[in-house]
């Protein structure tokens, strides 16, 4: 108690002093990504014991998530100093080191990742005062998930010194109280039009948490496949590409789980009823005709039958309280060459642009019924907004505009205009990703807070394993600082000065740990070095 008591007046102090002071220390810049909220750093520099123990405090301080982060951030901290620590050791040399401790209070034990959950934590790192024998940082959170971004932080904090051959820390007394801007901050991932392994996709969560990102969705299907399997109608993923490109429901658990374990939602989307081609491989009833496969047909109950068997088994498998049901580029003239589905219209006294909204309005309710909150793209918004479910979230991707326009309605929205956060376009450079505003001509503050966030989409018709990773990095980093830093932050000065030698900074440390993240500043993303020169400047 009488250590979160001092935490707590150390902050307090912070705070009087003016959290965001550390931009008016003259050119020196903190080096840690996304950019805290609020944060102070000195001169002094702390040497980290490879032997670090981990001290746990609070409700929170037992749980499993928060051990095997500790675990995995120190074998990330530790990679290269834990040998010289043991070689030291066996020539019975002893090493004095100001940091032996993490000490971590997480105040409530549950666990429960929904949208929203607290992110936020504060971290103290200083040197003793000569008289103390504590030699810890702290971090401190609400929950498990915040602990988790600020280990990350720690771990930004810590570099290893090959002068010393040992983890230090630079510019403490380091106090940072930090928290996200957006609760919503994603990546999306299509797995349809190029079939990523399990192990690659986990590489990528990783390599997400480290940007602090939260929502990997995770665009399973599409017209050129349909990789996954639903029990309810075991023929679906006969449209996968071949039968070792699939993934099992024991996969997607998997999946999840090990987003879970990182502080990342996984929001799976369905893209109905255009994209569908893939469906009809195992049940052929779904396409209109064998010479019109999409969008499927609207004139059946069977197409709705295995739209609701879908959700209804992926339900058992994705907790999270949002799902994307697509809804874009949806060319009806399919349904009006097709003679028996335009005898349905016809009786109906319908067109295909009414059909159209009679098939997502209906897609929502089965989502709805299954205690789901659904996300469509802009083009329903565009073509019906009046008659959308008032708990849709419109998710924006065709231009500019469109999030203004949804709040103004009362409907929530997610930014991911394509002419900045589609990394699959190759030529758009690093700041006019950083540089996208998600609010941007919002000024009434109660429709600034309908955005959610935004997310930076990888469709994968030009992208495989092979470069899908160099692809995402850096540049979806750059998003990231926009989503989780502070407006004034990412929107003042001089990004070149202010930004950009920390991107480098960021893409040389996903390198050292293993993503193979893409040079900053060449032309064409992802895009190989075009000479010798060192990471940093590149």
């Known amino acids: 108690m009488e250590k979160i008591l001092a935490v707590v007046v150390i902050f307090a102090v912070f705070q009087i002093l003016g959290g965001s002071s550390a931009a008016k220390i003259g050119h020196s810049l903190a080096y840690v990504w996304p950019l805290p909220a609020e944060f102070t750093f000195g001169g002094d520099t702390l040497s980290v014991d490879p032997g670090l123990i981990l001290v746990v405090e609070g409700k929170g301080g037992n749980s499993s998530i928060l051990r095997d982060g500790f675990e995995r951030y120190s074998r990330i901290i530790f990679k290269q100093s834990s040998s010289f620590s043991i070689l030291q050791r066996f020539r019975g040399r002893k090493s004095v080191y100001d940091v032996r401790k993490l000490r971590i209070i997480v105040h409530s034990a549950s666990e429960e990742l929904q949208l929203g959950v607290d992110e936020s934590y504060t971290l103290f790192a200083a040197k003793t005062d000569g008289k103390s024998i504590v030699q810890e940082v702290v971090i401190e959170a609400n929950t498990v998930y915040g602990a988790l971004r600020g280990l990350e932080t720690f771990s930004q904090l810590c570099a290893f010194d090959y002068d010393t051959r040992a983890v230090q820390i630079y510019k403490a007394p380091w106090y940072i109280r930090d928290k996200p801007r957006f609760a919503y901050r994603g990546l999306l991932l299509d797995t349809s039009r190029h079939y990523l392994p399990i192990e690659v996709i986990k590489q990528i969560i990783d390599s997400m948490s480290y940007a602090k990102l939260n929502v990997l969705h995770w665009h399973i299907i599409d017209e050129q496949s349909f990789p996954l399997e639903v029990p309810s109608y075991s023929k679906l993923w006969k449209g996968s590409y ?80 949002l799902f994307h049901l697509g809804g874009d580029e949806v060319n009806t003239d399919c349904w009006d060459s097709t003679r028996h589905v335009k005898q349905w219209l016809q009786v109906r006294n319908m067109t295909s642009k009414d059909a159209y909204k009679y098939f997502v309005l209906r897609a929502q309710e089965i989502a709805i019924s299954k205690g789901w909150t659904p996300v469509n793209w802009e083009e329903t918004f565009n073509a019906f907004p009046s008659s959308l479910n008032p708990k849709t979230i419109v998710h924006n991707w065709l231009g500019g505009g469109v999030c203004p326009k949804a709040v103004s309605k009362g409907f929530k929205c997610i930014f991911s205009n394509q002419g900045f956060w589609y990394l699959d376009h190759l030529d758009v450079p690093w700041n006019d990703v950083y540089t996208a505003e998600p609010v941007e001509g919002i000024s009434n503050s109660n429709e600034q807070e309908l955005v959610l966030g935004g997310e930076v989409c990888m469709w994968a018709e030009t992208s495989d394993t092979s470069v899908v990773q160099q692809t995402i990095w850096p540049r979806a980093a750059a998003a990231a600082e926009r989503l989780w830093s502070k407006r004034e932050a990412t929107s003042s000065g001089n990004i070149t000065l202010t930004a950009l030698p920390r991107l480098h900074y960021f893409r040389c440390l996903l390198n050292r740990r293993g993503v193979p993240a893409a040079p900053v500043t060449n032309s064409y993303a992802r895009s190989p070095p075009t000479g010798p020169g060192s990471c940093y400047v590149q």
């Open 242 to 321: 071949t039968k070792w490109e699939r993934y099992t429901v024991e996969d997607a658990y998997e999946i999840v789980n090990f987003a879970k374990s990182r502080g990342i939602h996984v929001m799976a989307e369905i893209d109905v009823p255009g994209h569908g081609e893939s469906w009809g491989v195992g049940y052929s009833d779904l396409w209109p005709s064998k010479s019109c496969r999409e969008p499927l047909d609207v004139s059946k109950n069977f197409t709705f039958d295995v739209l609701s068997g879908i959700l209804t088994d992926i339900r058992k498998i994705f907790p999270f309280e």
